[in-house]
C-alpha cells in the first residue's frame, strides 16, 4: 500500500520547518514565491491531502461541534437538526451528532468521549434523566474546561451558558385560551412529558389561561401518564368525564394517540371534542380530522443555536451569556372549530 504523503515528509525533503509548508501550501505571503512554488507543485504531484485533525492541532481549531439530541424520533428534534446542520454547513464548520436516548449515563459518557476528540463547542438538549435527577456536573465540568456549549428546549438555569428556549409558557397559554374563545367549557391537559422542564412551563401556561378566564383549576383534569402506565386505559379513565369537551396534549404522539381514543369513543370532532397539541410535526397532519398544533419553529431554534456558539467560537461575541427566547404560532386545522 502506497504511504501517505505527510506535511514532515515535504519538509523533510526541502529541509524547512513544517510550519513553513504549511504556510506554503495556504499560499501565505510569509514565504517566498520561489519556495512556494516547489512546495505546492511537489504536494500536488505526489497528491497530498491535508490532514484535518494535524491542521486543527496547529490552528488549535477543528471547526467541528458537537451536537447530542435526546430522541432523534422526535419531530422537533429532527428539525432543530436541520437548523444547525445548514448554519454550520454555511459557516464551514462540520458535525459529530449523537443521541443520549434520554439516558443521563449515556449524555455523560458521550460528552466525555466528544471532549476527547477534536471539537469546539456544544449543542445540546438535556436528556429526559439528566432532568429527572438533577445532575449536571457534566456540564459544568465542560464549561469549565473551556468548551463553549450552547443548550436548547430542555435547558437548566444551573448551567451558565448561551441558551435557545421556546416560550412554552405562552404557547400553552395561548392555546389554552383559543380553547376557551372556540367554546370549550372543560379542558383536560395531557402530558407524558411531567419530568420535562418544558413539560411544567407548558402547564403552567394551561393553569394561567384558565386563571385569566376566571375557570376553577380541576386537578382531575391535569392528567399526568407515566412510561409504565397503560396510555389508552388511562384516557379512558379521564374521558369518562363527559363533560370534558377540549384536550390540550403536550406533544404530539399523545395527541394523535387520544384523537383514536375519542373516534372510536363516538365524539363529533370538533362540536363536541377539540385537540390540540404540541408540536407541529408530520403525525398531526395526516391523521382524520388534521389536529391543530403549536409550532415552535424547530429548524429557526437549529440555526439560532448555531449561530450563537459559531460566533462565540469565532469571537463575534465577547458579551455575557444570553438567552433566546422564541415565540411559538398556533397552526389551525380541523380539530379545534374557528373562532
Known sequence: MKKRITLKHI???????????????????EISAKT????QQYAKEHHYKPNSVAL???????????????????????????????KATEKGYSLISCISNESYEKEVKTMELLKNGTLDGFILSLAEETQEKEQYQHLKNTINEGVPM?????????????????????????????????????IALISVIDNLSVGKLRAKGYEKALTDNNITIDPKLIVKIGKR????????????????????????????????????????????????????GKLP????????????????????????????????????????????SLIERESTKRI
Open 36 to 39: 512556494k512554488e516547489k512546495i
Open 56 to 86: 486543527s492541532l496547529l490552528n488549535k481549531k477543528t471547526k467541528t461541534i458537537g451536537v447530542i439530541i435526546p430522541n432523534i424520533m422526535n419531530n422537533f428534534f429532527a428539525k432543530v437538526f436541520v437548523g444547525i446542520e445548514e
Open 285 to 328: 397532519q395526516y391523521v382524520t380530522p388534521r389536529i391543530t398544533t403549536i409550532s415552535q419553529h424547530g429548524k429557526y431554534i437549529g440555526e439560532m443555536a448555531a449561530k450563537i456558539l459559531i460566533d462565540r467560537l469565532e469571537g463575534e461575541i465577547d458579551a455575557p451569556f444570553q438567552t433566546k427566547v422564541i415565540k411559538t
Open 11 to 29: 519538509a523533510n525533503q526541502f529541509d524547512v520547518s513544517i510550519a513553513t509548508v504549511s504556510k506554503a501550501l495556504s499560499d501565505s505571503y
Open 229 to 280: 402506565e397503560d396510555f389508552e386505559t388511562a384516557m379512558k379513565i379521564v374521558l369518562a368525564d363527559k363533560s370534558i369537551d377540549g384536550l390540550l396534549c403536550l406533544e404530539e404522539s399523545s395527541a394523535v394517540q387520544s384523537l383514536e381514543i375519542v373516534k372510536r369513543m363516538g365524539y363529533h370532532m370538533p362540536n363536541e371534542m377539540s385537540i390540540i397539541c404540541f408540536t407541529n
Open 150 to 186: 450552547v443548550l436548547f428546549d430542555r435547558v437548566t438555569d444551573e448551567i451558565a451558558c448561551d441558551k435557545v428556549i421556546v416560550d412554552d409558557f405562552e404557547g400553552a397559554r395561548n392555546a389554552t385560551n383559543h380553547l376557551i374563545k372556540t367554546g370549550c367549557k372543560r
